[in-house]
């Protein structure tokens, strides 16, 4: 018997969660799928699968087991990368995520060249301003702009993310730079999604209260407000480092920046049985970006 055959057809229906889904991922037909399941039950002597007539759930005992295949499988391709060498190439699949603003700038124009130098890659870029599980949604890697020190998953960081005061000059020309923190509450700001900005300055960490001036769910239509003079926002200089540098947006409260410790980070499940795929991927970002990303040179930020 095929037994490690009927192991992968199992991990192929528990991952769909179809036989017809599993027949067309490994070109068999359903009928086959369903007699390699059924003979891989009466092996084991228990019901893996519970079928109704909508969809395919896995039993009790076949999550348990599916866990225990999932680990023999990935053993088996180790194996066998470690003998046909194949651990050396990058190939398959790479499913990656990203926040909106920042694939759309820093990842998606550099795809090209990604993908010219790694021809047997096929990428799956989701871009989404949401915290992706990404074990769970079966992504390789992901892109976050966040504090991590507590997450569960590996991290790695890809960059520093700067985030500064700034309004355009238009603005500052009508209302006045603001000289300390309390002068805020005088200005129009422009704020995403939060009710407090949280800074680090000479004082140390500080909380300043903000209401925005502008209601929206999109940080793209805040970026747009400041820059068209409607207000002081916060933002990263990843997003409005060229406006910075060509002076359309200029810096305030200089001595004010968020939080050093969120930065630009890879996260991706395991440093076990890391694909090579993911694994060049994650350099090839950290070559993109170096030691000062463009975003950030040319730039005067505080410590």
């Known amino acids: 018997m095929d037994r ?22 490994l070109g068999l037909s359903p009928p086959v799928i369903s007699k390699r399941i059924k003979r891989l039950e009466e092996r084991l002597g228990t ?21 225990r295949v999932l680990a023999i499988l990935a053993s088996v391709e180790e194996a066998e990368n470690w003998v046909s060498q194949r651990a050396m190439l990058a190939r398959g699949p790479l499913r990656v995520s990203a926040p909106t603003t920042f694939g759309r700038l820093h990842v998606a124009p550099h795809l090209v060249r990604f993908l010219e130098r790694y021809p047997e ?6 871009l989404t301003d949401t ?3 990404v074990v769970g949604d079966g992504f390789d890697v992901a892109i976050r702009i966040a504090d991590l020190q507590d997450t ?5 960081k890809l960059a520093p993310n700067h985030r500064v005061l700034c309004a355009a000059p238009s603005y500052l020309a009508r209302q006045g730079c ?14 995403h999604n939060a009710d407090h900005w949280r800074l680090e300055g000479p ?3 500080v ?7 502008v209601a929206t769910n999109s940080s793209e239509v805040i970026r747009e407000a400041v820059i068209a003079g409607m207000g002081i926002a916060l933002r990263s200089t990843w997003d409005v480092g060229p406006e910075l540098r060509a002076g359309h947006l200029v810096q305030v409260l200089p001595r004010y920046r968020a939080s050093h410790r969120v930065a630009i980070h890879a996260v991706y499940p395991s440093r076990r049985h890391l694909p090579q795929r993911t694994r060049v991927f994650i350099d090839f970002l950290l070559e993109l970006y170096g030691p000062v990303p463009s975003w950030d040179q040319g730039l005067v930020l505080s410590a």
């Open 178 to 191: 603001p000289d300390t923190l309390a002068d805020l509450t005088r200005h129009a700001l422009l704020v």
């Open 203 to 205: 004082e140390g960490a």
């Open 131 to 133: 915290f992706v599980d």
């Open 4 to 25: 490690l055959g009927d192991l992968d057809i199992f991990a192929r229906v528990a991952a769909t969660g179809s036989m017809s889904q599993a027949a067309r991922d």
């Open 47 to 67: 019901r893996l699968l519970q079928r109704t007539t909508r969809q395919i759930a896995l039993t009790e005992a076949g999550r348990g087991f599916h866990e």
């Open 152 to 156: 569960s998953l590996v991290a790695r």
């Open 207 to 213: 909380s300043v209260p903000v209401a925005s001036r």
């Open 121 to 126: 890659i096929s990428l799956d870029l989701s």
